[in-house]
């Protein structure tokens, strides 16, 4: 039981080490010679022996693996890591040397195969590189709907905890406590995992608006549609996370400001607006004085500092800087369409599409013209959260993937197995009286 518990602790550690460092990296490489020990053993002992994927379970060959609590964490990893490269089973055969091993974790490390065809070049690959003591097979197309649910519930679900985490994380501010950033870095690498597994239904989970309040729920969807779009421009792993450490404390600052000016239901006045402006710099500064600053890198920080500066250079706070930097320019573009598609006290949501047009038109001024050319390409034509009215008369919102919940008696019913429909109109929530937020919880609690 200890061999296969070690398996199962080593084969999910350097999985996930091998996608952030390089295969000579030396971390990396003592955990590549642990694995290899644990699996010679188990070929010694078994002969040729085979992990499968089960829903929610792992199997070695035909017998369930039974994980006690101090494994639980690395088995759902696992279990994670498999489903987002679509992996139902490897098998580990005799004669595996440590580099074959070492080039297999390292490619799969990397490797997010969608289809059928993504997984066949994949196999192709590994065999073109030497690998033939290990083999893998893709998810059946069953267990790939029952694993597409139970992802679907889980991202929710760490999507909801992601919110209390920050709620923790502004008290712990109030009491001049620490703030848990390793926490903070696990929840941004999962966001990062689902989005590289499911872009659009992660993209759909950001039309969850002010549960907890605005400034906590923001936070999560910009980190979120950062990392969605730090992925589409093409950012190395590393610089996501960092990027979605960014998005996710951005606008910690607001802990120094009070209540009665973050939610005034009335235009703020000048001395108050001075105060909201000021926030990027108490971000920043917050998190440099907090314990570890190797886990909140410079360009993370500058990114928080300069979310608010223009790409014209205008905005605030005002510094000695011709552009701001790349973080800075992507959390402009994703800040402003979240905080425009969400209702608050003193404006009602703007609709994706509005959002979008406004976003466009300020191209080359506000916006870098690049980014926001990615970030229409990423959130498509009817981003997650479009209501819409169809031909047919019914009253539907985009979901994922371009999908349609047709909504019944006002939106407390759905369904979602229809035909594809055509847009008469784009309509506002509050011209219907339909919450983006209760509809897309509810389609998930479906799944």
Same mark, same amino acid.
């Given at each position: ?24 990296? =030396? ?8 694995? $290899? =020990? ?10 040729d ?23 639980m *964490? ?28 070492? #080039? ?17 070049e ?7 590189? *030497? ?23 889980? %991202? ?17 501010? @109030? ?52 990392? %969605? ?14 990027? &979605? ?35 990027p ?18 360009? %993370? ?35 402003? @369409? #979240?905080?425009m ?22 191209k ?5 013209p690049?980014?926001?050319d ?10 997650? &959260? ?11 919102? $985009?979901? =994922? ?7 019944k ?20 929530g509050e ?17």
């Amino acid at each position: 039981m200890e061999k296969i518990r070690n398996l199962i602790l080593y084969l999910t550690i350097s999985i996930r080490t091998g996608a952030f460092f390089e295969k000579s990296n =030396e971390t990396y490489r003592k955990h590549i010679q642990r694995l $290899f =020990e644990i699996i010679a053993d188990l070929l010694k002992e078994r002969g040729d022996f085979t992990l499968k994927m089960k829903i929610n379970y792992i199997f070695l060959d035909d017998d369930r693996i039974d994980v006690s609590l101090d494994i639980m *964490g690395p088995y759902r990893l696992l279990l994670n890591e498999l489903t987002i490269r679509n992996i139902e089973e490897i098998t580990f055969h005799k004669g595996l040397e440590k580099e074959e091993l070492n #080039d297999f974790i390292f490619i799969i490390s990397r490797t997010f195969p969608k289809d059928s065809k993504d997984f066949e070049e994949l196999i192709g690959y590994l065999r073109n590189r *030497g690998i033939k003591n290990i083999s893998i097979t893709m998810l059946s197309k069953e267990q790939h709907v029952e694993q597409d649910k139970s992802f679907k519930r889980e %991202a929710l679900k760490i999507f909801l905890n992601s919110i209390f985490y920050l709620k923790d994380a502004f008290e712990s501010l @109030y009491t001049n406590e620490q703030i848990n950033l390793t926490k903070a870095r696990k929840i941004i690498k999962l966001f990062t995992d689902y989005v590289l597994q499911d872009e659009t239904f992660m993209i759909g989970l950001t039309t969850i608006k002010n549960i907890g309040s605005y400034t906590l729920n923001h936070s999560v969807n910009v980190s979120i549609l950062s990392i %969605a779009l730090g992925i589409k421009l093409g950012l190395e792993k590393r610089d996501i996370t960092e990027l &979605g450490m960014a998005g996710f404390f951005h606008d910690i600052g607001k802990s120094n400001i009070s209540e009665e000016i973050l939610e005034k239901p009335a235009p703020l006045t000048e001395e108050e607006f001075e105060i909201i402006k000021k926030h990027p710099h108490w971000s920043a500064e917050r998190l440099l004085l907090i314990r570890g600053l190797k886990n909140i890198p410079a360009f %993370a920080l500058r990114g928080i500092l300069e979310h608010h500066i223009d790409y014209d250079g205008s905005g605030y706070p005002k510094l000695n800087i011709e552009k701001p930097s790349l973080f800075a320019r992507i959390l402009r573009v994703v800040d402003t @369409y #979240d905080a425009m598609t969400t209702a608050r006290c003193y404006q009602k949501a703007f609709t994706p599409i509005e959002a979008i047009n406004y976003i466009i038109s300020k191209k080359g001024e506000i916006f870098d013209p690049v980014i926001v050319d990615k970030f229409v390409e990423l959130l498509g034509t009817y981003p997650p &959260g479009t209501i819409v009215q169809l031909t047919s008369g019914e009253i539907g919102m $985009f979901l =994922e993937d371009g999908n349609i919940a047709i909504l019944k008696e006002g939106g407390s019913k759905i369904e979602t197995d229809t035909p594809r429909k055509k847009v008469k109109k784009i309509l506002s929530g509050e011209e219907v009286n339909i919450d983006p937020t209760s509809i897309f919880i509810k389609y998930t609690s479906m799944q």
